[in-house]
């Protein structure tokens, strides 16, 4: 329990997202030619479809570290402008956890040109249901609480993400908004003998935009990129700085890149007699290759700073499968829509 706890009072003070959360966490994972995870509007963006799966795992040192799962996969109905998706996932923290499914349908607007070259503007909409449970049942007081219910309690909640997307050849930019109505998570006010005492926090919108281009047309590309996310209700801000590099080979693919993530904002600690504001700050390298139709990607987030509640890194692993399309579809190398 102890362990828990102190799990608890890292993130809340310098974890990677501080502010509550609901929905897939926003990690590294859709570097991993993996944009539909976080823009709806993705969903059947190439001529095929592609299948996701990624594993995170934090600290491995620890006890009930925080862990991901997710399955997802997206595909373009036919020779429509239609794709659908749908993503799987299960987030753990501690004595929080969640389990969600999101469905996705998305229209994609060819906006004139050659047919072999990629201009085109998209919209996606999910609808997401979220199954979220608190596990109080290792909770002790030696007088009576009546804010702990001494048990596991759940609750599930149906939110809706919005996503939009614009590519054009080698560039592309995607905007979306996660969490988009206001959901009533009554989870943390159960058996509570005042509830009205306990602050309600029903907005858990967040924003996210992402730009990049992909220079170089030979054996050889790279790949800049920036995602910025920001939280309503808190106003919290982060922005990842991204590059990558890939080359071709007999096979398909490998390539390789780097992120680095900043927080706008910090948590204030004691250091000395001064008082010092700490943000968070990630360095994830990442490595992957495309063996014919097959993805397979790694990366490995180090948080720098002088507190830290292990030494130890984030692990996560994505694989993927692509299919129905045999042969590049556009006179560009737009890896996300090929």
Known sequence: MKNRLLLLLAFLGFGLNSYAQEGIPVYFDYLSDNY?????????????????????????????????????????????????????????????????IKLTYAHHLKLGGDVRNLNQLSFGLSPTYLQSSLDESE????????????????????????????????????????NALESKRNLYRYGRQNPDNVPVIDNLRRYLFSVGYVFGKSEWQLEPSILFQMTDFTKEKSLDI?????????????????????????????????????????FTPIVGANIKNFMVSYNYSYQMGDIRFDSGGFHQITIGYDFGQTERKYDCYCPAAQ
């Open 242 to 282: 991204n590059a990558k590099v890939y080359r071709d080979v007999d096979f398909g693919r490998i390539w390789g890149g780097v992120s680095y993530r900043r927080s706008f904002d910090g948590a204030q600690y004691q250091s000395g007699s001064a008082l010092v504001v700490q943000r968070l700050q990630l």
């Open 36 to 100: 539909y995870l976080v823009y709806p509007s993705m969903a059947g963006i190439g001529e095929g479809g592609k299948i996701r799966a990624t594993a995170r795992m934090q600290w491995f040192s620890v006890d009930d570290a925080p862990n991901l799962q997710t399955v997802n996969a997206n595909f373009r109905l036919g020779e429509s402008n239609s794709g659908v998706g749908a993503i799987f996932f299960n987030d753990a923290n501690g004595y929080h956890a969640q389990t969600g």
């Open 139 to 178: 909770f002790r007081s030696v007088q009576l609480d009546n804010a702990i219910t001494g048990s596991k309690i759940s609750q599930g909640y149906f939110n809706i993400d919005l996503g939009f997307s614009y590519n054009h050849m080698e560039f592309y930019s995607h905007f979306a908004i996660l």
